[in-house]
């Protein structure tokens, strides 16, 4: 056996022990982990009961006294008494829930989270963001838009904080905090954007109309399907410029264009700016599904003609059944002549699925 043979596999066997020596010691770091991860999780669960137990006896005394009543907890017992106030204030409103704050504090969590805020990174900040919420700690805007402005994860939950301290300005403060930017919303700042324009999506729109051509399409999708589900606009509200996103090159905004106008049949800007004839022709079927839809919401003439129109000419069963389901019984007055093979098959499912059962019928 030449030299080199020889290093090159006592090199080899080096590095198998190594390696063998690594893994060893990684899976007995691993083993400890779980069982000091089980045993904390014990010693969490078996005073769980009586912390819950006393945190609730307080609740009911005038003056609970949560200063002497936390100095006098373990550490264990300190957090599972955060773990149930977290519990708790997510559930509970009114003079109960004043009282749960004041536990807050008296378990520093208040003030730790003011630190968190000025001095964490944006992970202890969001964290931070969620206590402030719950103990209603007072948070100018000005602290929050220098702290948490620099990244979409804590907007989301500085605007959080706004919708749940019901802030004077919280709608455009929040949607400003949560449009910042051109990327898609986090799940928390999509469920915040709609809460905040809920009752009226006017400024939605009006934000929309400025900076759609700036957006990602997915934030301005997500946009279009909070307006589609808030309540309806004012009639002044400009709306004209919306015709302009079913000439978009992605089907998927014409999809989300078509449902934020469910319902809006009755506002001029939407007539106006929405030639009925173009759209319920569009090249992509998923679209011609949503403009049926929207068309259906509209129900006035001109709508149900184009429905019937589209019945003769429609290609696509599944689009055919979201024209016939928009139609209803009006449908049934179609000639069989004058619809395409997809329609007419589509009108025999959707008539033999809501056709009362022969039980039902008897009954």
Known sequence: MSNASAVSFETLSLIG????????VVGTSTVARSVLSARRDNRLADVRPQVRQALLSRMEATDPEWEAWVGGLS???????EDLLEEYLHRIRGGDRESLQQLGYALGIGEKARRKLHEGDHLERRRALHWIARL????????????????????????????????????????????RGTGPLSVLGMDTLYQLNKLSPDLLFTRTKES????????????????GTAGPASPDTPLDWIGFLFVSES??????????????????GVRSAIEIEQVRTDDSPPVRQAVYQMLGSWDDEASVNAL????????NTRAAIDAISALGERATSIPESELTPASSAARDWVLASTEPTRSETEQ
């Open 212 to 227: 759609y051509h700036e957006w990602s399409e997915s934030r301005l999708i997500q946009v279009l399907r909070v307006i």
């Open 75 to 81: 550490g264990t017992e300190r957090r599972v008494a």
């Open 308 to 315: 019937r129109n589209a019945l003769r000419s429609e290609s």
């Open 136 to 179: 209603d700690i007072d948070v100018t805007i000005e602290t929050l838009e220098a702290t948490c402005g620099g990244h979409p994860e804590t907007r989301a939950a500085a605007a959080r904080v706004l919708y749940e301290q019901d802030r004077a300005n919280a709608t455009e403060e929040g949607t400003e905090l949560l449009l």
């Open 17 to 24: 022990a190594f390696i063998t020596g690594l893994l060893a």
């Open 251 to 268: 089907p998927n905004v014409r999809v989300a264009a078509a449902n934020a106008l469910v319902g809006y049949g009755w506002h001029d």
